[in-house]
């Protein structure tokens, strides 16, 4: 049963759990403040010769494995990974991509890992899911960040070799609030006991070993502190009960549990990191995690612009190909510039996060949530372009003597990615939450403060001295300036865009937090397009700094991707403009108040003539 807590409690529990410290200097941070650091991306971190060697190794054995030995169809067929896949992936070594060489790993870069991601979702996500789930937030990545040295010693060769892992957070009652989580970890001689039902464990029904997030209970006597801790538990432990395999629209291959657990002894030695730590070794291991899924959505988007080349080039209607009509062509630039972008967002973060000389906890959290909207988005409109061919299955194009293009099944599959590892609406929070921290930092006492007076008193001093420095560079950049920038040529303009916006966003914020002061958490979809501008210029910046390397490490490229990055940043900057215009006129408050009415009942006679399978079935 999930702990019932206030909103003010349920508040208090994510915001200790948050990284608060900024040890490394941030893009995104600097960008939500109006500061356009340009030289944090660019110029982009060569990549390693030795890293690039290992992994295109790698990548050519894994797809040399796909092509020869996986077979799409089957897995959407049989709605399972078969075992002889599952054994294959592990001879490779792909359960070990992410842990370093020392710990019985492969060690590949952030870079290949995520390009190996890009291979294995496009021939079937549920293969993708699997070892993202296994690599990007199971058993492996915490213990790396917040492990002992005995704990790697003894888990990661296995996770590595052979055993598959799960991460089990979520209950029934408990989603985007840990505060309410339910599973308890009752201390006893030696460790803990484990009761509780974890939900939606990816990896779960087949797992070995995963990381379960319970709650310890304080003990004032015993100076425990307690709070949500993570544990690794050996999956055969005496009293894990997988209960279900579920079953969803997409990803029909994985291995997703309810997974119960009754007095389940894990030792002392399996606490990962300290009691009370679990939620802030679940978020920080997002922190670099999270570049799994838009991974994913780069290789989607990618093989749809080739599905949409191929299809528009060949398919004749009304005497020309139906990529010659302009509806049509719309389509496929829009996909084609999309993919790029994406590609360059991913990775110029996934480039940052190899290099290790800044903190890309936003820029990571932007790439999902924006790989996600935006993957989806592709998808959508590569059906639309195939019509009754997107609409129709693999395996009956296949049967009737098509190609078996999968546009069907990848719409399923990618509409998840908008809901894993934090919806949107949740990541537009998060990442709103990073967006505000500076100003939360000097003037939150008099947006939201409890404090007596004088408390409020210091802190309008000190607000008064951050503001009357930081607002008036928000006035004039290298934006204004038509030379800045030049060595990007033609694609200068969109880097001067970007710095122009980057200071208008970071008025626009203090605009919202003086009319809204303290209110403004809950004015969620003004804060969400908030966080959609600052993404979108994000993703414009990493588009001219991704042609640029393209220009410098692959020059035969060069117009190609540059025609790319120039369309998809117009593509972009539209989208920035209609943004900020609806971050001042809109009808938030009028949708909000209707729907208030929907909950209370006032238009039920909307819902009349219809009949409800699901009532009929309760």
């Not at 403040?33 to 290992?54: H, S, T, W, Y």
Request: include cysteine; glycine fraction near 10%.
């Amino acid at each position: 049963m999930a702990t019932e807590v206030t909103e003010r409690q349920a508040r208090a529990v994510a915001e200790a759990a948050r990284e608060r410290e900024w040890r490394l200097p941030s893009f995104g941070k600097e960008l939500f403040l109006g500061r356009f650091r340009l030289d944090l991306i660019a110029p982009q971190p060569r990549l390693d010769p030795a890293a690039v060697e290992k992994g295109e190794a790698f990548l050519a054995r894994l797809r040399g494995f796909l092509e020869a030995e996986v077979d799409p169809l089957e897995i959407e067929r049989e709605a399972r990974i078969p075992e002889r896949v599952i054994d294959g992936l592990k001879a490779l070594g792909a359960l070990g991509m992410k842990v370093p060489e020392e710990y019985g790993g492969l060690g590949l870069s952030q870079v290949y890992y995520n390009r190996a991601l890009q291979l294995t979702g496009v021939w079937h996500a549920s293969i993708s899911t699997l070892l993202s789930a296994h690599q990007s937030i199971g058993v492996a990545e915490p213990l790396m960040l917040f492990g002992s040295e005995e704990q790697k010693r003894r888990w990661l060769p296995l996770v590595s070799r052979d055993h598959i892992s799960a991460f089990l957070l979520t209950e029934p009652d408990v989603g985007s609030d840990p505060a309410r989580l339910g599973a308890t970890a009752t201390p006893v001689d030696d460790g803990y006991l484990l009761n509780g039902l974890k939900l939606w464990a990816t990896n779960g029904a087949i797992a070995d070993v995963v990381v379960v997030m319970a709650k310890v209970p304080a003990d004032e006597e015993a100076g425990r502190r307690g709070g949500i801790s993570a544990f690794v538990l050996p999956y055969d432990s005496p009293g894990v009960t997988v209960e279900h395999r579920n079953a969803f629209m997409g990803l029909r291959g994985i291995e997703n549990s309810v997974t119960r657990l009754d007095d389940v002894f894990v030792p002392a030695e399996n606490l990962i990191g300290k009691e009370g730590q679990g939620l802030k070794i679940a978020l920080s291991t997002l922190n670099t995690g999270r570049l799994a899924l838009p991974a994913i959505c780069v290789g989607v988007a990618k093989w749809a612009t080739k599905v949409a080349r191929e299809f528009a080039a060949e398919r004749v209607q009304w005497g020309q190909p139906v990529g010659r009509h302009d509806a049509v062509a719309q389509k496929v630039a829009f996909i084609a510039a999309t993919a790029f972008g994406l590609e360059a967002m991913l990775d110029v973060a996934a480039r940052m996060a190899d290099d290790k000389r800044n903190d890309v906890r936003i820029e990571a959290a932007i790439a999902k949530l924006y790989g996600s909207e935006l993957g989806w988005r592709v998808t959508d409109e590569l059906m639309q372009i195939r019509g009754g061919r997107g609409y129709e299955t693999a395996a009956s194009l296949k049967a009737r003597g098509e190609a078996p293009v999968p546009v069907e099944q990848a719409m399923r599959d990618m509409r998840i990615n908008r809901i894993f590892e934090g919806s949107s609406e949740i990541m537009h929070l998060l990442i709103a939450r990073e967006a505000v921290d500076q100003h939360l930092e000097v003037a939150g006492e008099l947006l939201d403060g409890d404090g007596d007076l004088k408390a409020k008193g210091r802190a309008a001093v000190d607000a008064g001295r951050f503001y009357a420095k930081w607002l008036p560079q928000l006035a004039l950049g290298e934006g204004q300036k038509p030379s800045a920038y030049a060595e990007y040529g033609a694609l200068a303009g969109h880097l001067r865009f970007v710095e122009r916006n980057a200071r208008k966003l970071a008025r626009s914020t203090f605009y919202a937090m003086g009319r809204w002061q303290g209110g403004l958490e809950r004015r969620q979809a003004v804060l969400g397009r908030i966080v959609d501008i600052g993404a979108e210029l994000f993703a414009i910046a990493s588009a001219v700094v991704y042609a640029q390397t393209i220009r410098e490490e692959q020059p035969q490229r060069a117009a190609e991707a540059s025609e790319l990055a120039d369309l998809f940043a117009q593509q972009a900057e539209r989208r920035v403009k209609e943004l900020f215009g609806a971050l001042w006129s809109n009808e938030d408050s009028a949708n909000y108040e209707l729907a208030q009415g929907v909950l209370a009942g006032r238009y039920t006679f909307l819902e009349e003539g219809i009949a409800d399978p699901a009532d009929a079935a309760g």
